[in-house]
């Protein structure tokens, strides 16, 4: 039975010509029969593809091969299946797409790239490194959720800060709120999935004023790596593809809970709100929409029938 394998990579680098490398990224995938998002910008390049085993590994060779991209930190990891035609289920199609942005944070003008990355960013710690600084530092040390925020409901790091931001663009104005001031002068590692939201966070931190900014180097999937469930990870990894979210072994615990009934659960569904993006926790039975819904929204809702009432 042929592997179904998922690749989780991205790289910072200068590219001159960002559409010669959407052609080619095109072509490579759809010759192997991939499916996946791959993104990129004047400043690099951010995928994540699934496909058959043999073609994914004629994939990630052919890619290494461009210049600048020999010393990605390619993320593998397994994959649900493959259909009839030997495609990957986990991703509905191939899209690949040139933008401002790898990562969508709103602030293109901020970000700086050079051949060995984002210039002025976080320091980058091994999981093994994040360890000892906390042994070192212990309770000083702030873990900060890079990520939006529903995706900490079901997996995050322990006592970690999770800013209140629905998607990567709400976190400028989050970190000049002024509600984290009180952590500048803190030794804080972010994290994020695989790193690269990271990249970009951290340096809006630092030119913020954040003095000691850290960066989980390979993000959560990295760290699931080295430790399991066993550090201080804690709970299921949300991920971007139809696989919904993964854990580090069969022992991760259960720290979701369902929006209807408070059940454990790690299951994530649509808000019922059409026009919300945020994923809601709901377990396996409950499933009338309307208990599907996130905070913002079952809030605006319970106003609308305060007023209704009233009418």
Not at 103 to 111: H, K
Not at 135 to 159: H, S, T
Request: with cysteine.
């Amino acid at each position: 039975m042929a592997l179904s394998k998922i690749l989780l990579y991205y790289r910072f680098t200068p590219i001159t010509d960002p559409t010669a490398v959407r052609l080619w990224q095109r072509d490579l995938c759809e010759m192997l029969g991939l499916r996946g998002r791959i993104l990129i910008s004047k400043d690099g390049i951010n995928a994540t593809v699934g496909g058959e085993l043999g073609a994914m590994k004629t994939y990630w060779r052919k890619t290494r091969e461009y210049p600048g991209f020999g010393d990605i930190d390619f993320k593998w990891s397994e994959g649900s299946g493959l259909d009839a035609e030997g495609r990957s289920l986990d991703f509905p199609r191939l899209s690949v797409k040139v933008r401002d942005e790898i990562v969508s944070f709103g602030a293109p003008g901020e970000l700086r790239v050079d051949r060995s990355g984002v210039v002025g960013g976080g320091t980058h710690l091994t999981p093994g490194a994040v360890h000892k600084l906390v042994e070192e530092r212990g309770d000083e040390v702030v873990f900060f959720d890079g990520r939006n925020a529903f995706e900490a409901e079901i997996g995050r790091f322990k006592n970690a800060v999770v800013p209140d931001v629905a998607t990567t663009r709400d976190f400028v104005a989050e970190l000049e709120s002024g509600r984290y001031d009180h952590l500048k002068n803190s030794p804080v590692v972010t994290y994020c999935t695989g790193g690269i939201r990271c990249e970009v966070l951290s340096s809006l931190m630092v030119s913020r004023g954040f003095t000691e900014v850290y960066q989980m180097d390979g993000g959560i999937v990295r760290y699931g790596e080295s430790f399991g469930n066993a550090g201080l990870w804690e709970g299921a990894l949300y991920v971007f593809d139809g696989r919904e979210s993964i854990t580090f072994g069969t022992d991760a615990a259960t720290i979701g809970s369902c929006r209807g009934c408070g059940a454990p659960s790690s299951r994530m569904v649509n808000c019922a709100d059409d026009e919300c993006r945020v994923r809601v926790v709901q377990c396996d039975s409950c499933t009338d929409a309307e208990s599907a819904r996130c905070v913002r929204h079952e809030a605006a809702g319970a106003a609308t029938a305060v007023l209704a009432s009233r009418g």
